[in-house]
């Protein structure tokens, strides 16, 4: 069975920092891109991050310089990195296995997602 599962969320306050984990298994991880993407209530789904196989990152402007994604393939987890996080970074926060060498920017052929983890930055 396909499984990537989201943890790390929680509440945070502006300014702070968090690192969310995807763990993903039933699946050949090191065949997998990897991206986050979120969606706030009331607004379209946002693809964040995106790594490969091979380590290669993509990031959007609106979290560039803020985040960063990284994975371990020995323990089949990817991490987004989340710091000077800001009220509007308040969203559930998705992970996604896209095979490699695609990787969504806007989730669109996805193969496999995540449930997803909420996220809540208060000013």
């Known amino acids: 069975e396909v499984q990537l599962v989201e943890s790390g969320g929680g509440l945070v306050q502006t300014g702070g920092s968090l690192r969310l984990s995807c763990a993903a298994s039933g699946f050949t991880f090191d065949d997998y891109a990897i991206g986050w993407f979120r969606q706030a209530p009331g607004k379209e789904r946002e693809g964040m991050a995106c790594?490969?196989?091979?380590?290669?990152?993509y990031y959007a402007d609106s979290v560039k310089g803020r985040f960063a994604i990284s994975r371990d393939n020995a323990k089949n987890t990817v991490y987004l990195h989340m710091n000077s996080l800001k009220p509007e970074d308040t969203a559930v926060y998705f992970c996604?296995?896209?095979?490699?060498?695609?990787?969504?920017?806007?989730?669109?052929?996805?193969?496999?997602w995540g449930e997803g983890t909420l996220v809540t930055v208060s000013s």
């Open positions: 996604a296995a896209d095979r490699a060498p695609y990787c969504s920017n806007d989730g669109s052929g996805v193969d496999y």
């Open positions: 790594i490969w196989p091979d380590a290669n990152t």
